[in-house]
């Protein structure tokens, strides 16, 4: 019988090995959500470096270190296969960009969102960078949004809305430069 269990375990760590299917050392985390008529797929940076997510013909640059970003789709476009399509690299052409500060507008009577990134400091520097914004209605989430901008100048005003009755957000910005 010890000889059975030691072959049975022998053939499926064998079986692992060849068909791929052991565990990666990924540097992301993701969790899907259906809204409505879009499939959001929530990724997570789960290295300590910023990384590079692609998936078809959406990317993410320079997501940071414990930080999240999203990729929509329709839902009669999203396929099951996607999951392991998605692509993620240690980012190394871009650089996290930290000086900038937001003034947040929060209407909820007109549903409305708006957000102004500041730079804090007066550089040329050419800013790429997301906000995702997350919208909730009695705790449960009922909308995400993501909007792609570039800051050329010293700020950038983003405007969010929803059909959706929200009644509380959760926003994040990601921001970066080229090295």
């Known amino acids: 019988m010890k000889k059975l269990i030691i072959k049975m375990c022998a053939f499926m760590i064998l079986i692992t090995l060849f068909t791929g299917c052991h565990q ?10 259906k809204i409505d008529d879009q499939v959001i797929l929530i990724l ?7 990384i590079d997510l692609s998936l078809k013909d ?3 640059k320079c997501l940071p270190a414990s930080k999240q970003s999203v990729f929509i ?10 999951y392991d399509e998605i692509e993620a690299k240690e980012s190394t052409q871009y650089q996290e960009y930290n000086n900038f500060d937001v003034d947040r507008i929060t209407d909820i009577s007109l549903q409305q969102l708006n957000e102004c990134i500041k ?4 550089d040329k520097k050419k800013c790429y960078g997301e906000v995702i914004v997350f919208l909730y209605q009695n705790k449960d989430l009922v909308d995400i949004q ?4 570039i800051l050329k100048g010293k700020e950038k005003v983003i405007a969010f809305e929803s059909s959706n009755g929200w009644d509380d957000t959760k926003v994040i910005e990601n921001i970066y430069v080229k090295k």
């Open 24 to 33: 990666q050392n990924k540097l992301y985390s993701f969790e899907t959500k």
């Open 44 to 50: 997570k940076n789960t290295s300590n470096k910023p």
């Open 58 to 60: 959406q990317k993410i």
């Open 73 to 82: 789709f329709k839902k009669n476009e999203f396929k099951d296969t996607y």
């Open 119 to 122: 730079k804090t400091k007066n």
């Open 146 to 149: 993501k909007h792609d901008f």
